[in-house]
């Protein structure tokens, strides 16, 4: 029998139709051509996290039962998925559950495929997206938090009773704004929330592509906003690269840009570092903070393929500062060390 090496072989193996979501920086669904480039190692993986791939695989037989595997996977230092831990687990895989994962587990099976080490569990905020992700895309219904959700963030009851909404039933909303009012809604009632459900609201965001005018109200909290909860307006608007540029300066200039904000920008506005002048202005602000912080956080973002040659080219960069020069230099001593 031919030897089993991706997940996409396993799964068709087993008759499975199967979807894929990158569970790294940003919850999002992964194109099956995307996957198939990653998986057979022809192109980095996207978005890794302290050298992990993180995916959720959903996938169900001709009984419409679904399934769902988090996974996480190490990548070499090109970012690619490292072959032998992928193989490994594959093999644990159909060790513990034969060619057919739908089939019903055992509490032995069940504890085996809870406790293996390539398993990860997302944050509840993560876990929310990506649960409505999943719905939309097959063709399900919201989940029950859904109404309540809606019919508050579209004013039909008093800011305080926020307590009554389910982050669910946010998420829900948000993955739907392109349907209906709902893009409307959120800009529209946005300034007559809750502090709470502003920020929930947030949290999901900066998973979704949204519109300029929904961009736009974010960046007005972001700018009158108290220092600790500017984070979250900023990590809002992650998929509007341009308004991030914009913030990130506004927020240099302001001297905001702090340990907190420097890891926000780090885990979901990065694409905004494509941009060398904003790249510079991050850089030079992470030097203003203890070494082995700079080192970690450098650490990160040079493994994003998106933005690894810029950062590199900065490593070089003559008309850097003696702060950021000398931050380079300690990072190279433990390098080397």
């Known amino acids: 029998m031919t030897q089993i090496t991706t997940l996409s072989d396993f799964l068709k193996t087993a008759n499975t139709q199967f979807q894929v979501y990158d569970m790294g920086r940003r919850v999002q669904h992964i194109d099956m051509m995307a996957f198939h480039q990653i998986e057979e190692l022809h192109c980095p993986y996207p978005s890794p996290i302290q050298g992990h791939a993180q995916f959720a695989i959903v996938f169900w037989d001709a009984s419409q039962q679904h399934y769902i595997w988090f996974i996480k996977l190490p990548l070499d230092e090109r970012g690619l998925l490292s072959p032998a831990p992928r193989i490994q687990f594959i093999k644990m895989i159909v060790e513990a559950l034969g060619r057919d994962p739908t089939q019903p587990l055992t509490e032995q099976q069940q504890e085996q495929m809870a406790n ?29 938090q859904y109404e309540f959700a809606y019919q508050y963030l579209s004013g039909q009851y008093p800011s305080e009773q926020w307590q009554n909404i389910g982050l669910q039933g946010i998420a829900d909303v948000c993955v739907r704004s392109q349907q ?5 809604i959120l800009a529209k009632g946005f300034d007559n929330w809750a502090l709470e459900v502003k920020i929930a609201v947030c949290q999901c965001l900066e998973h979704l592509n949204i519109d300029e005018s929904l961009a736009q109200k974010l960046v007005e909290h972001l700018q009158a906003a108290k220092v600790e909860h500017k984070p979250y307006f900023l990590r809002g608007i992650a998929s509007q690269t341009k308004l991030s540029q914009q913030a990130i300066a506004e927020l240099e200039a302001a001297n905001q840009l702090g340990d907190e904000m420097l890891v926000t920008i780090a885990a979901r506005n990065w694409s905004a570092l494509k941009d060398e002048q904003t790249l510079t202005i991050y850089l030079e602000a992470l030097a203003k903070q203890p070494q082995h912080f700079f080192n970690q956080i450098f650490a990160d973002i040079v493994a994003i393929p998106l933005i690894r ?10 008309k850097r500062s003696a702060e950021l020069a000398a931050a380079i230099g300690g990072l190279f001593k433990v390098t080397k060390g």
Request: charged share 20%; no cysteine; glycine share 4%.
């Open 180 to 184: 209906l009012d709902h893009q409307d």
């Open 116 to 144: 293996h080490p390539f398993n990860f569990k997302p944050t509840q905020e993560k876990l929310a997206v990506f649960n409505a992700l999943v719905r939309k895309q097959l063709g399900q219904k919201a989940s029950p």
């Open 309 to 318: 040659t810029q950062l590199l080219g900065q490593l070089r960069n003559p």
